[in-house]
């Protein structure tokens, strides 16, 4: 089945530790992406990448970091200098179609607590 | 830079009713725009998209959009509305420099019996 898998699905870290949250499709899309989602604010970009190697800052990129070192995976590093963690993420990934953006295929999430 | 904007956090409507839920977009580029539904905890799903062509673009599910330059819209509608509608519903916009794709805060559906 081809498709967006994240993990952890819950995760619970104590305040000043950094966390990586995992992201691998199957896809065999060039462009990957995490965003950030928080009651009443909808999705925010953090990261997002068009290829292997390669990757750009979204509109809250701070606090995280990401890599590309694969196709198929694009893990997200939610780091101590984020200010307020607690969200839920979600990782995309995005087949061309005929030359424009085509479908966002989304994971099932990620939930963030800190405590 | 290109943006996004809902009109209206919530919207109730009466099963059987029309749905309208308002997009409008910003873009000094010609858009790329998208509906996009999620239920609870889970992803996103595409509804429909508009990229070139035919402005009312029919989706999934029963829904509809149209791309309207003039207005810089892009509302989702749908003429019955059914329980299984209720859901958020996330408009988005891009273009074909990049791969970058900006959403809008949501509108959150409530169908009343």
């Known amino acids: 089945d081809g498709g967006i898998t994240q993990s952890p699905k819950y995760l619970f870290r104590k305040e000043g530790q950094n966390v990586t949250l995992s992201c691998e499709q199957n896809?065999?899309?060039?462009?990957m992406y995490w965003y950030r989602q928080d009651p009443g604010q909808g999705l925010r970009l953090i990261y997002y990448?068009?290829?292997?190697?390669?990757?750009q800052k979204g509109d809250i990129a701070e606090g995280y970091s990401v890599s590309r070192e694969k196709k198929e995976s694009f893990p997200l590093t939610v780091t101590s200098a984020q200010k307020n963690p607690t969200a839920f993420y979600l990782c995309?990934?995005?087949?061309?179609?005929?030359?424009?953006?085509?479908?966002?295929?989304f994971g099932e999430g990620s939930r963030l607590t800190v405590l | 830079a290109q943006s996004v904007t809902q009109l209206g956090s919530h919207v109730s409507v009466s099963e059987g009713a029309l749905v309208l839920l308002r997009c409008n977009y910003s873009?000094?580029?010609?858009?790329?725009l998208f509906w996009y539904v999620q239920y609870p905890n889970q992803g996103l799903q595409l509804l429909l998209k508009?990229?070139?062509?035919?402005?009312l673009v029919k989706g999934i599910n029963g829904f509809e959009a149209e791309f309207k330059k003039s207005e810089t819209s892009f509302h989702l509608t749908k003429p019955s509305a059914h329980m299984s509608d209720a859901a958020e519903y996330f408009c988005?916009?891009?273009?074909?420099?990049?791969?970058?794709?900006?959403f809008g805060k949501g509108t959150r559906l409530h169908i009343l019996p």
């Open positions: 873009s000094s580029v010609p858009p790329y």
């Open positions: 995309a990934s995005n087949g061309r179609d005929r030359g424009a953006p085509g479908e966002l295929f």
């Open positions: 988005a916009v891009s273009s074909n420099r990049d791969d970058k794709i900006i």
């Open positions: 990448s068009q290829i292997v190697n390669d990757f």
């Open positions: 896809l065999n899309h060039d462009a």
């Open positions: 508009y990229t070139t062509g035919a402005t």
